[in-house]
């Protein structure tokens, strides 16, 4: 069983960075597919980010692109997402989930951080 812990989240301002960490506290991350997705208060789970287990490919939400880099060291058992130009609109509690090879669904789930961007 891998339990996924997110970190980094925080109040910014717009136009602001933050990186957020997704580790694995048990278990190993490097053989996992691994997602990031956010949720904002009164709307639904989004899909913002996604790598392989090689970190080969990657793929993003159209409203992030350009803005957010998703990486990974799997030396380091962490998946990362840059986000840079922060804007209002992502304030979000924002998760990272794990999906094994082959699997369509994500079946280890972090608790989340939330990020918080100020107009």
């Known amino acids: 069983q891998v339990q996924l812990v997110e970190s980094g989240g925080g109040l910014v301002q717009a136009g602001g960075s933050l990186r957020l960490s997704c580790a694995a506290s048990?278990?190993?991350?490097?053989?996992?597919?691994v997602g990031w997705f956010r949720q904002a208060p009164g709307l639904g789970r989004e899909f913002v980010a996604r790598?392989?287990?090689?970190?080969?490919?990657?793929a993003y939400a159209d409203s992030v692109k350009g803005r957010f880099t998703i990486s990974r060291d799997n030396a380091k058992n962490t998946v990362y997402l840059q986000m840079n130009g922060l804007k209002p609109e992502d304030t979000a509690l924002y998760y990272c989930?794990?999906?094994?090879?082959?699997?369509?669904?994500?079946?280890?789930w972090g608790r989340g951080t939330q990020v918080t961007v100020s107009s």
């Open positions: 048990r278990g190993t991350i490097s053989t996992l597919n």
């Open positions: 790598v392989s287990w090689s970190g080969d490919t990657t």
């Open positions: 989930a794990g999906q094994l090879s082959g699997r369509s669904r994500y079946d280890y």
